[in-house]
């Protein structure tokens, strides 16, 4: 690590020193013993870090740290998380070194507008991003090869804060960087490492962080840098920029900047792995450097394609990026003969077949220059097939080559501790190593050994917590005089001993985060219903620019203040990752309403069945492949909308709820023990917490696609010394003067 990170920490003890290593590589984040040594320094100081161990670190009273230094209890146990840690790192006896034993580690270069690791690293919106994040994770687990690209937003993602009135107000506070888990990558003088982005005029540079992710290590694009002019700044400042002009500069930054900045840190890989379409032109420069190594374009554009896979998720076509051909040939005109063709050819590239004048289509583009494609549900994928099948003309029943792999998500990070302390009690005296075979479905069907009332216990005691954090949250707006006249929104009136559904996610139109509000009368008679009473806890975010997002959030918060519904609505603010995890393990179902088939897959729904909270769920997106009949409730049919489909799944919502979900929720034995209730919650956990973890996912990616992706390519780069840094071109220098006269 870059040593001015160690002088900044200089005031924690020599023998506890490593807590800096630890807290700058996100492996602390999912294993719960790393965690613990940051919380035992001082319990408040965690809480008040916001479980954030850099800022932690910077923050707490010295006092502490040396008490800890010298506490013989504390060093043992710091000493082991290390010794832990080290071996881990050493990535010896990994999945990967022993499965595929022999073979050349060639790596896999991994490309993603957006991670979701942890919220004090604010460079995500949503599903897409943990999707990422959790990929990172398990390949770092699994011992997979590989290496990350991504942007430093210097605006994070936003934060949200709903006024009296109940509308959205989009709050952007600059991330603070010395309390990311962010490093500067330097060059052979020591300063930033700054990359020109090639063939783009005028230029724009960017400088590298990085971020530890057990293993892999991520690397961060910037452009917020002196020698940019304000404009070029601005282009990594927010995630996927409003206006087309800056978008598609994120987009050129993201895919050719980000592959040039693994070049010039001599970062060798074989393939490349796209997470959606807006990293894609990364291939572009792949193309372009194996045509100035002498290669025709068609060559080269077939040498790429059976390197490169892409990973499509959004099902509609609206969603997908396309720019206006002036824009195009503002940026690559320099690019057409770079590649050694023709405008028109270039063009062609990003051609949708169905409205050819309609621009450059970045998915066509990413389905044409990559020869393996996947969607990330079942059903997903026959969206996709529709929705590409142009760009494969043929007769109607051949197959359109783009398969799936479902998402999963990552159980080290979402699995509750206590949760997996519970699990290790009685999964543990059989297989004592479990939780590195978590995705073997055998070893789940030990949860029928916990007896229903330890796990229901322990349910209620998350249940309890996540009630505690929201009232905690509403004291400290309160004393603050922000929003202090809404109490029933923020969840003061909510009640551990009511059925509490939760549903939480982006607020996109299609999610119909509404649609429970259909017949208000009849959900009023749910909510208030005296022997069996139910509440609903929402959170989510609507995208700044997405106005009728923010309306559907505004009537929930008018609900919410509606005494109509005894103040059993109640709606969080600011919704992440955090947030996202005390709801996943409190609540006790989990509510998702999409509409078909417009969830690629979603993953909140798999992180609650970990945890033992059954789905309510639409069939649309994994739910399709995750309903058994047993491990919850399942309503909606999977085809498209028609008309007066709301209040045809607004009624299967309520009669689900009537008659089968609130009943064995307070069916209750003599020991208040909901015992079908607790069956539920057990098949949900077994069923799912395999099949729907990124292990089985990763793995899956792995057996498909990597190795033959990897067979037989040659090393990107000609091999360099690992260590040789990268020294000062003559356009830095250049770059430099440049910016001592922006500055002037
Ligand atoms: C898991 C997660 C998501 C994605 O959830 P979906 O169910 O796919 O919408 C979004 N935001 C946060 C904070 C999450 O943790």
Known sequence: MDDSIHDQFAHIPERISGLVDLAYNLWWSWNPEARILFKQLNHQAWKASVHNPIRMLREIPVEFLNRAAEDPAYCHRYDIVMRRFRKYMSATGTWFSEEYAGRPPLTVAYFSAEYGLHHSLPIYAGGLGFLAGDHLKEASDLGLPMVAVGFLYSQGYLHQQINPDGWQEDVTEPLDRDAAPVTRVLDSDGEDLVVRVPHVDPPIYVAVRKVQVGRIPLYLLDTDIPCNDPHNRGISSRLYAGDQDQRLRQEIVLGIGGRKVLHALGIEYAAVHLNEGHPAFALLERIRERVERGMEFEEALEEVRATSIFTTHTPVPAG?????????????????????????????????????????????FALRASAHHNGVSRANKVVACDMWKCLWPGPPEATVPIDYVTNGVHVPTWLNTRMKGLYDRYIGPASPDWLSEHDDPVIWELIDEIPDTELWQLHLWLKAKLLNRIRERERIKWA????????????????????????ARRFSTYKRAHLIFEDLERLKRILNNPWQPVQIIFAGKAHPSDNEGKGVLQQ???????????????????????????LVHGVDVWLNNPLPPMEASGTSGMKASLNGVPNLSILDGWWIEGYNGRNGWAFGSETASCDGRNAVDAAAIYNLLEKEVVPLYYDRSIDDVPHGWVKVMKESIKSNGPRFSSRRMVKEYVARYYPSLLKGAGPEHARRPAAAKPRTPAWKLQAQEKAEEWNE
């Open 556 to 582: 929930i918060y008018r609900y919410t203040q509606d005494p109509g519904f005894g103040g059993r609505v109640a709606f969080i603010e600011d919704y992440n990752d955090q947030v996202a995890q005390y």
């Open 320 to 364: 997908h990026d396309v720019f206006p051909v002036d824009l195009i040939d503002r940026y690559f005109a320099p690019y057409y003969t770079a590649l050694g063709i023709d405008r028109m050819r270039f063009l062609q590239l990003g051609v949708h077949p169905e409205s050819p004048a309609s621009g450059f289509n970045m998915t066509a």
């Open 480 to 503: 603050a005089h922000r929003g202090a006249l809404n109490p029933a929104a923020e969840g003061a009136f909510l009640n551990p001993s009511i059925l509490t559904i939760g549903f």
